[in-house]
């Protein structure tokens, strides 16, 4: 529960901050405490070097004062929420737990009325708060767009001393959205797929949560890492860690020393793993801190005071395949002239050739490709969307049959662009609104797969695979809408020894945007989309694959895109197609045209 820039303040507001840190020289400074209830605006956006703390109950506050003085408190930089839980009496003070859950409101809480709480003797007071749902993290820190109405009562009574204090309310905490933003920051925990590998390397797969910015965020991860994955990720992911493995002393924090190098203390029951065991848990905390600080390279684990292994950034790729630290070898796109063509990915020799084999020559016009992550293999949907071909880029390579075929009535009724995983294999989707399929072939094996979608509303548009295999990005049509959603890939071996598949527990990625035309993976739980709003205008921005919105969410406009071109290696650049040709995006600037003629661009996956 907190305050939120949306709400007014009146003069003399209640809640008072103690602003200590770098920027003030360690200086101190405080507000007065006064005032009626008002609705609760957030703390001004603070230098992240400052920790913000906010001041406990002043004597003789109205019921009013205590319940703002509280929802500030919970915006602050207490490691415990120590100062609102000064504001709580009696049985609250006992249960509350703020880490339950924490409630994102689009602003403020806004307190509707305050009305005597009805017990004998009138010594006490409720409180209605009200608000808008924006999101919910969960236990887990796991974070879920929620949209619909909030309400809560918050119960007050007189102690013996006559002061108001809460001794009702409910578990976790709330807060408006720019509060949360400046509170919590998105970071990502890693584990290994249970089944999809990249050679014979497991595929690290992302697990994203939000943590305390200021609040020993680095001990929050490993804390997070050692509890295990999200209840969304864990059918499909396994960890290194041995059960019930925590940190030593829980309330130390971790601090990487001026060599970038973390120590992690673990309990006895990571004593006596193998090297190979132990490296893989060393792998998942260097991964783990990396996406939160560049300020840790190499991670040694320590278990009941002996040293089990040290792992650093140079090792780490061998033991796990992360698809943010795979660099793609070239961008291609498909020209004027419906042949595929390629040219450095890094954009700086933007000269574009054909792609050595079938796809290259121009014996048969492609309307979109899909290339392998190892850039060996190349899946082509027809200019009319009937059929699907795969061939190898070699030169000389021939183009054979096509593995599959649509039966649908018009070009928008059949193969949408195809996607490859980690494992090589392919994946498409089938839009004859007469028989809609998601299919899957699997490396070396000619037979498609039908790839089971329940709970899916909808018509699928476009398929984008994570370069872990197990999460996949789908553009689904339903009722004039085309949205996001990000499903878990599960596969089982069926009665008849063949794989089945599945794609289940379908989120919404992008809960604001009505009309979703094109979308890119962009790092490891990341993606690029370009949609728009009801009644907005077309837009290119990031978001994450759990519906949060990334600090760095817009990019340069551009209208009437056809498709988006990005990498889970961040360092790549953008680049899109759309009626200007192909088109990059250099760091820091504008949108420029590298070709006039293009119609789809796109890189390996």
């Given amino acids: 529960m907190g305050g939120e820039g949306g709400a007014r303040r009146a003069p003399g507001h209640v809640a008072a901050y103690v602003v200590c840190g770098a920027v003030l020289l360690g200086g101190c400074a405080s507000m007065p405490d006064h005032g009626d209830l008002r609705g609760v605006e957030s703390t001004p956006r603070q230098d992240t070097q400052v920790r913000v703390f906010a001041m406990p109950p002043q004597e003789g506050a109205t019921p009013g004062a205590i319940v703002q003085g509280f929802l500030e408190a919970l915006t602050s930089d207490d490691p415990d929420y120590a100062t609102a839980r000064k504001y709580l009496i009696g049985k609250a003070a006992k249960t509350w737990e703020p880490e339950s859950s924490t409630t994102v409101l689009d602003v403020g809480p806004q307190p509707l009325q305050e009305r005597p709480g009805g017990r004998e003797g009138g010594a006490d007071m409720s409180i209605t708060l009200d608000g808008e749902r924006v999101a919910t993290v969960d236990a887990q820190q796991s974070y879920t767009p929620e949209v619909g109405k909030y309400r809560a009562t918050l119960h007050l009574v007189q102690d013996d001393k006559e002061q108001w204090r ?56 490993v804390r997070s890492l050692l509890d295990g994955p999200t209840n969304w990720l864990r059918p499909v992911v396994r960890s290194g860690f041995p059960t019930g493995t925590a940190l030593q002393d829980e309330d130390a924090p971790l601090v990487p020393d001026d060599q970038n190098k973390l120590t992690v203390p673990l309990n006895a029951k990571a004593k006596g793993v193998k090297q190979a065991k132990c490296d893989e848990m060393a792998a998942q905390i260097l991964f783990t801190l990396q996406s939160l600080t560049p300020a840790v390279d190499e991670v040694e684990l320590r278990a009941d005071g002996q040293r089990l292994c040290t792992l650093g950034e140079g090792r780490s790729g061998g033991v796990a395949a992360r698809g943010s630290a795979q660099s793609p070898g070239h961008l291609y796109f498909i020209d004027g002239d419906h042949r595929l063509q390629w040219m450095a990915a890094d954009g700086n020799d933007p000269v574009p050739e054909s792609v050595p084999g ?45 593995v599959l075929t649509s039966a649908g009535a018009t070009e928008k009724d059949r193969f949408t662009t195809p996607t490859w995983d980690a494992q090589g294999d392919l994946w ?51 009722g004039g809408q085309q949205s996001l959603f990000v499903g878990r890939v599960e596969r089982d071996a069926g009665s008849d020894g063949r794989e089945t598949v599945s794609v289940q527990e379908l989120r919404s990625a992008t809960p604001e945007l009505e009309q979703v035309t094109a979308v890119s993976w962009s790092s490891d739980s990341r993606l690029v989309v370009v949609g728009k709003e009801t009644g907005g205008v077309e837009q290119v921005q990031y978001v994450q694959c759990d519906g949060s919105l990334p600090e760095t969410a817009a990019l340069p ?9 990005a990498s889970e290696d961040s360092e790549a650049p ?4 759309s009626k200007d040709g192909l088109l990059w995006l250099p760091g820091g600037s504008g949108w420029r045209t590298l070709k006039p003629t293009a119609s789809v661009a796109f890189y390996p996956g």
């Fill in 166 to 221: 809460i001794d009702e309310l409910p578990q976790g905490v709330v807060m408006g959205q720019s509060d949360f933003v400046r509170n919590y920051t998105s970071a990502n925990k890693y584990y290994f797929a249970s089944r999809a590998r990249v050679g014979v390397t497991p595929a690290a797969v992302a697990d994203p949560v939000y943590v305390r910015k200021r609040v020993a965020p680095t001990t929050q991860m």
């Fill in 358 to 402: 079938a796809f290259g020559d121009g014996g048969k016009a492609l309307r979109s490709v899909a290339v392998s992550r190892d850039e060996r293999e190349a899946a082509g949907v027809t200019l009319d969307g009937k059929q699907v071909y795969i061939t190898s880029l070699a030169s000389g390579s021939s183009l054979g049959n096509p």
């Fill in 428 to 478: 498409v989707a089938d839009r004859n609104p007469l028989a809609p399929r998601l299919y899957l072939l699997g490396k070396g094996d000619d037979t498609p797969v039908v790839v089971s979608t329940p709970g899916l509303q909808g018509r699928i548009n476009a398929v984008r695979m994570a370069a872990d295999g197990v999460r996949v990005a789908l553009v689904v049509e339903s």
């Fill in 557 to 565: 406009g551009l209208t009437e895109v056809q498709s988006i071109a």
């Fill in 574 to 577: 953008l680049f899109a197609t």
